[in-house]
Nanobody, 125 residues
């Protein structure tokens, strides 16, 4: 029902910023909560950030590792969710995935029904 396509990844140096975008299809985008996850080489996929659907108050969750550096936002008119990343570090290197959930908001993988293909973020020291 929902198709997600991430973009905006690339190769940057430590301290740089990037903004990832996730374009969604479908007429019900605004009813889904949205999340960002990442998977580094040799590691499990982990939660990064999430936000409630447009019908809710706009609550956001962040992993401790990115809190204060990353910001999730959404533009329902454009069917797009963003992840603004600042002060990037080599530890942030991973494939970043956008995902959609029917839950109010969630930090866990099993609550997300739809996933994008991922976009690579590489941070050099």
């Amino acid at each position: 029902q929902v198709q997600l396509v991430e973009s905006g990844g690339g190769l940057v140096q430590a301290g740089d910023s990037l903004r990832l975008s996730c374009a969604a299809s479908g007429r019900t985008f605004s009813s889904y909560s949205m999340g960002w996850f990442r998977q580094a080489p040799g590691k499990e996929r982990e939660f990064v950030a999430a936000t409630t659907s447009s019908w809710m108050a706009g609550t956001t969750y962040y992993a401790d590792s990115v809190k204060g550096r990353f910001t999730i936002s959404r533009d329902n008119a454009k069917n797009t969710v963003y992840l603004q990343m600042t002060s990037l570090q080599p530890e942030d290197t991973a494939v970043y995935y956008c995902a959609a959930s029917r839950t109010y908001i969630s930090t866990i993988i099993r609550d997300y029904e739809y996933w994008g293909q991922g976009t690579q973020v590489t941070v050099s020291s």
